[in-house]
């Protein structure tokens, strides 16, 4: 499955838990959604369309770009 | 207007900041939302429901419950 790499405007462990539960609201299991705080970065594994993960993530109300995909 | 008091699962301000932005989406002024990070309370001063803040609170993907109407 394709690799996504975001930026995502998170601060703490709980705002990437966020990013974790409202990936999972929309099917993607939590391991594979990986959050490096440090960098901001947000890895989603997924077969779903970037489009599809944005609009989940964004639902959190915090900022999130499509940097590539690995 | 009511002020409804909830616990609202936040751990940095950057968890309070989507909790206003979401409100904000639908249509709640940043300054009708006051958010007390020590004691995790979100205060929402507004006409709308109590079920449809805490919808539109929940999509940060953090845990939100209902205390009490000031």
Redesign the interface.
């Known amino acids: 499955m394709p690799k996504h790499e975001f930026d995502f405007?998170?601060?703490?462990?709980?705002?990437s838990?966020?990013?974790?539960?409202?990936l999972g609201k929309i099917g993607v299991p939590e391991d594979q959604v990986e959050a490096d705080l440090e960098n901001k970065k947000l890895y989603v594994t997924s077969d779903k369309t970037v489009d599809e993960l944005i609009a989940a993530v964004k639902?959190?109300?915090?900022e999130v770009t499509f940097v590539k995909t690995h």
């Open positions: 405007g998170m601060t703490c462990g709980g705002c838990g966020a990013a974790k539960k409202v639902k959190t109300g915090k």
